[in-house]
């Protein structure tokens, strides 16, 4: 059972919330000036704060952070704008016409490991249908969210695996991973427990280089 993101945020209950933008996407926007361009879908974009962080960074992109709590919605709307940004309340599993294969990137944190598991393949066709052929999803992706007080089933975070990525994504959907890697930054308490990954949407239209200049062979857990 999905938990009720909106009364969660009535009642300002947000622990996944730290008050800053997610420190991956800031390094490697410091580390690939230049590469996000275009329309940025953030997918579960909360308050907003990696929707501004790239704003801020790339402010020729237009960043359009989604989320199905109008409250998160509201508040985000009610901060200065930094650059080209929107907000958008919606649900990503219902994407409205105009956000269908109109991204040139998505960027993912913590919306993928908040989904109950057996709609991860849902994900994977909504992020495809946001974004152009050729389009780009940059994700952080929790491997090992678990503690002694929260354990595999008990809900939200739920954590994942490089190969469940690569099936999922390359096998069953349609991208191809050119990168995945440990981000060069990251929360104290989540060092050795995420995986930077970026993928190309694939179909029609020509590919291009990974604007990651690393190697492609993820690690194996």
Not at 36 to 46: A, E, K, N, S
Not at 188 to 200: S, Y
Request: glycine share 10%; with cysteine.
């Amino acid at each position: 059972m999905q938990p009720d993101w909106e009364a969660h945020y009535q009642r300002g209950e947000t622990p996944w919330d730290k008050g800053s933008a997610s420190p991956p996407l800031v390094a490697w926007l410091h580390a690939h000036p230049g590469a996000m361009d275009g329309q940025i879908l953030v997918p579960g974009c909360g308050l907003g704060h990696d929707v501004r962080a790239i704003a801020a960074a790339e402010p020729h992109t237009k960043p359009i952070g989604f989320d199905l709590a109008a409250t998160a919605i509201t508040a985000c709307q009610r901060q200065p704008a930094v650059g080209h940004e929107q907000y958008l309340l919606g649900d990503l599993f219902d994407l409205p016409a105009t956000l269908q294969k109109t991204c040139d990137w998505v960027w993912e944190h913590t919306c993928f490991c908040a989904i109950d598991p057996a709609h991860r393949d849902d994900y994977v066709r909504a992020v495809a249908t946001a974004l152009k052929p050729g389009g780009w999803l940059l994700g952080i992706f929790y491997l090992d969210p678990y503690r002694d007080d929260h354990q595999p089933g008990g809900g939200p975070p739920h954590g994942c695996t490089i190969e469940e990525l690569r099936t999922r994504f390359a096998t069953k959907g349609p991208f191809r991973i050119t990168a995945a890697e440990p981000p060069a930054a990251c929360y104290p308490e989540r060092d050795g427990r995420e995986l930077l990954v970026t993928m190309q949407r694939t179909g029609s239209g020509t590919a291009t280089q990974s604007p990651e200049a690393t190697s492609t062979t993820a690690p194996t857990s």
